[in-house]
């Protein structure tokens, strides 16, 4: 089920969403927005029934190298070549927005293991820079499932430092050999760099004659790598607040969220809806 939100961010949920186990947030590349990669995420969800697929659409903001145009942007691009990767306004206030969404998948039961960072160019820059840098849960190390780099780079390397038991978090990043803008070496460079801080998973995967995009088999890769690190767990489903429970705006949220309006035409007691939800949750439907 697709829904999107007055802020710009579209969630693809499982049908039953009492099956989900796993969390994958995708951020987009400059200038776009999460409407980019909509059908990326509902052709993942075909093959992961039990993940919640979230894309955020970032923040309107100058951005130097497009000549100071207002755009979606996750920071601040002063150009393309390693010195001028240094300056990022802004990312650090988009971390904290792919973070609020880590957290609150986190708090709704979904382990910070069954959840990946992934995105496209700035996003997938984003990702990485986030991912290992996620800060411990009282104390204690807590890494991500993995972290997906499509046409991506290690942005602002001098405030990088992979946190202490992030090391082994799998990282797969695609990048086609004919990418103009983020070029390979970028890529390449950057793998370098992540490895020299301690990373010890980090898979470049290139991709003969892709300009700065994704293609079919780099969309296979992505997913299959997600079904590695992802596996189906039912030990980890969410834990979803029983119908019974829930307020009539609630349990109305619930039967849009599960696209069941059309079943839900002509109920006018409390306890029809709750039965109505309830049955989708355990099949019945």
Known sequence: ???????????????????????????????????????????????LPYAKLILPTAPIQKVTMNMGMAMNSWYDIVGLDKRSNEFCEGIEESREIIMKLVDGEVAAGIRRDRIILAGFSQGGALSLY???????????????????????????????HIKEGLEGTPIFHGHGTFDPLVRLKAAQESQTTVQERGATDYTLQTYA???HSVNPTEIADVLSFIQKVLPPDESCKIKLKDPGEMSIKELKAGIAKAGLGQKAVGLMEKREFVELLRNHRDGKL
């Open 1 to 47: 089920t697709t829904t999107r939100q007055g802020n710009g961010t579209i969630t693809v949920t499982p049908t039953n969403e009492s099956l989900q186990s796993a969390t994958i947030i995708i951020s987009h590349g400059l200038g776009d927005t999460a409407e980019g990669f909509v059908d990326v995420a509902e052709h993942f969800s075909d093959s």
């Open 209 to 211: 004659g892709l300009a």
């Open 130 to 160: 986030t991912g290992m840098q996620i800060p411990p849960i009282d104390g204690k190390p807590c890494p991500l499932a993995g972290i997906v780099v499509m046409s991506g780079y290690l942005p602002h390397e001098s405030g990088f």
